[in-house]
C-alpha cells in the first residue's frame, strides 16, 4: 500500500501510514438518517400579558355595545358611537389573540440527532442551525415566576464562535430541554 500524503510504501492491511501518521483508508461511513428528538415552542404562559390585555379589550367592547340596553334615555347618536367603539375594542382583542397565536405557532426549536434548529417568521422566515458537535455549553434560566410556572429560558453557546448561541425563550420543561440536548450531543460524539 502506498501512502497519499507522503508516498510512503507502508504493509498490507495498514491503517496509518508509519512515516506521517496519515491514515491509509477511511472507512465507509454507514448511512445514518438524521431524525427529531423534541420540537420546543414558546409557552403561553410567555404571552400571558398580551392575553390578558385581550380580554381586557374583548370585556370593555362588550359592555360598550350593550350599555345602550341598559340605559334607554341614551340619544341614537351616542349609541352609533358606542357601536363603533365597542366593535373596535373587540376587534383589536381578536386581532391580538391572532398575532400571539401566529407568533406561538412560527417561532421553534427543533432537536435533531445531529442539530438544533432554530426558526422564526411567517411571511420572511429566518433559520439558524448549530451542530450537536459544536456545542460548548446548554445554560438553564429561570427567574421566580418562571420558575413557579414550570417555564424558562434555554441557551445554548457554540464552541464555534462567542457570538453564536441559540436562544430557547419561555418554553416547558428547561432543565428537560437542557438534559435531552447534552445527551444528544453526547451521543453525536461519541
Known sequence: MRCPQCGN?????AQFCSRCGAR???????????YMLLKVRCSMWCFQGALIISAILIIVG???????????ATPQLNNNAN????????GLGVLNICRIWIDRRFRSWTV?????????????RSRREMELSD??????????MQRMLG???VTIASAASADFAIRMVCVAGPG???????????KRLA
Open 9 to 13: 510504501d507502508c504493509a498490507q492491511g
Open 24 to 34: 491509509l483508508f477511511a472507512p465507509k461511513p454507514a448511512a445514518v438518517h438524521e
Open 62 to 72: 362588550f359592555v360598550t355595545l350593550f350599555m345602550p340596553l341598559l340605559n334607554s
Open 83 to 90: 357601536l363603533i367603539v365597542g366593535y373596535v375594542l373587540i
Open 112 to 124: 435533531t440527532s445531529d442539530r438544533i434548529i432554530e426558526q422564526n417568521g411567517m411571511l420572511s
Open 135 to 144: 456545542i460548548r455549553s446548554a445554560e438553564v434560566n429561570q427567574r421566580f
Open 151 to 153: 417555564i424558562g429560558d
Open 176 to 186: 428537560e430541554v437542557a438534559e435531552t440536548v447534552r445527551r444528544a450531543r453526547l
